[in-house]
């Protein structure tokens, strides 16, 4: 048998992971493939036996999926692994969630089905990948979202159980909290949570992380209670276009009591499919308003949330050909704040009729 040692030869062109955490993630120019690539560089710590050092590559290798990234191929220096991939251009699906670019509902199922599909590849084969979060969803350049970043993933024993070695705080489980086994329900909990933070936006899920005292720290207990509870994140906080259906399965990922989660991803999968509501209403924020848009026939509605002393003004507005033809403020003027998502609600449910 021949062993090859080899020798690679890449330069790194900038740095593009800023949102990991456990390694340095770069864009390199393969100088014998005569490409670009991307090399994720992960620090080699002592007391790691060999065997593990090569892990996270295997495991995107083994696991080849039209949802799973792909993986070139791995090496070593003295110092680091090298896992060299395809350069996903569009970025993570955290980049396409950031405050001033909020998907439609359209959007949301189909990168959902996506990555959940990729999910149920791996479960199939008995591994948790135990890190579900946009940051960890790549987005190819076909658009569809990729599952990455295979870092914390474990295989299960025979009975479908592992324990995570570590955790990101927001996603953390109520049975991870509790010091539970876990299973595939671990994934699907981080899976809503996911889900959760693509329909209502990142921030949306990050405001509610409890704080105390002044200045404002993190309040671990609180955070952990509400967490096992089901207070985190709040269930019925939603933006009013979101469907009930998808709310509902949502819930549903995210019950703190696994057995009271689905069974399976394709579970979830099938349940999305079903969704026929909202499904191309935009909701848009930034500092000077809030307002939502939809296409309906020739024209595309603009409905406008005004806030004006304690009270808001709901504008309903429809343009074609980029001229505004029709306003209509009469039905909609001085709403309490009360009022204002169940006055929305109903403008949507009118909106698809
Ligand atoms: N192949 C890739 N193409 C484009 N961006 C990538 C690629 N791999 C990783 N990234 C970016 O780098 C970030 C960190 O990579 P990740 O594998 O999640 O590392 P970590 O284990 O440190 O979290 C991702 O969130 C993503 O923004
Ligand atoms: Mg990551």
């Keep these: 048998m021949k062993n090859c040692k080899v020798r690679l030869d890449f330069d790194e062109i900038e740095e593009i992971g800023q949102e990991g955490k456990n390694s340095k993630v770069?864009?390199?120019?393969?100088?014998?493939?005569?490409?670009?690539?991307?090399?994720k560089e992960i620090q080699k710590k002592d007391g790691v036996p060999y065997e593990e050092y090569f892990k996270e590559?295997?495991?995107?290798?083994?696991?080849?999926?039209?949802?799973?990234?792909?993986?070139?191929?791995?090496?070593?220096?003295?110092?680091?692994?090298?896992?060299?991939?395809?350069?996903?251009?569009?970025?993570?699906?955290k980049k396409k969630i950031s405050e001033s670019n909020y998907l439609t509902i359209r959007e949301v199922i189909r990168y959902s089905i996506h990555f959940l599909s990729g999910l149920n590849h791996i479960h199939s084969k008995g591994l948790i990948h135990f890190d579900i979060k946009p940051d960890n969803i790549l987005i190819s350049d076909s658009n569809e979202a990729m599952l990455s970043d295979f870092g914390l993933s474990l295989y299960t024993d025979t009975y479908g159980f592992c324990s995570a070695e570590a955790f990101y705080t927001p996603h953390v489980t109520p049975e991870q909290l509790r010091g539970l086994h876990q299973t595939i329900k671990?994934?699907?909990?981080?899976?809503?949570?996911?889900?959760?933070?693509?329909?209502?936006?990142?921030?949306?899920?990050?405001?509610?992380?409890?704080?105390?005292?002044?200045?404002?720290?993190?309040?671990?207990?609180?955070?952990?209670?509400n967490i096992i509870r089901g207070k985190f994140p709040d269930r019925k906080l939603y933006l009013p276009h979101v469907p009930k259906k998808?709310?509902?399965?949502?819930?549903?990922?995210?019950?703190?009591?696994?057995?009271?989660?689905?069974?399976?991803?394709?579970?979830?999968?099938?349940?999305?499919?079903?969704?026929?509501?909202n499904l191309d209403i935009r909701y848009f924020k930034n500092a000077a308003n809030e307002y939502w848009e939809y296409p309906k026939g020739y024209y595309i509605y603009k409905i406008e949330l005004l806030p004006k002393a304690d009270k808001f003004d709901i504008k309903v507005?429809?343009?074609?050909?980029?001229?505004?033809?029709?306003?209509?403020?009469?039905?909609?003027?001085?709403?309490?704040?009360?009022?204002?998502?169940?006055?929305?609600?109903?403008?949507?449910?009118?909106?698809?009729?």
């Design 26 to 39: 770069f864009l390199a120019h393969d100088n014998q493939l005569d490409g670009n690539i991307v090399i």
């Design 317 to 353: 507005c429809k343009r074609k050909d980029g001229r505004t033809t029709n306003c209509n403020t009469q039905c909609s003027n001085n709403i309490d704040s009360t009022q204002v998502i169940s006055k929305l609600e109903a403008i949507f449910a009118l909106s698809y009729e």
């Design 57 to 93: 590559a295997r495991l995107l290798y083994a696991n080849n999926h039209n949802n799973i990234v792909k993986v070139n191929y791995a090496c070593e220096d003295d110092d680091n692994i090298y896992i060299a991939m395809p350069y996903y251009k569009n970025g993570s699906l």
């Design 186 to 225: 671990n994934d699907i909990y981080q899976a809503g949570l996911t889900m959760y933070r693509m329909v209502n936006g990142n921030n949306f899920l990050y405001a509610q992380i409890p704080t105390t005292g002044t200045p404002p720290a993190f309040d671990n207990d609180l955070f952990k209670e």
């Design 246 to 277: 998808l709310k509902k399965i949502i819930k549903r990922c995210i019950e703190p009591n696994p057995n009271d989660r689905y069974d399976n991803t394709l579970q979830i999968i099938n349940d999305l499919s079903s969704i026929d509501e």
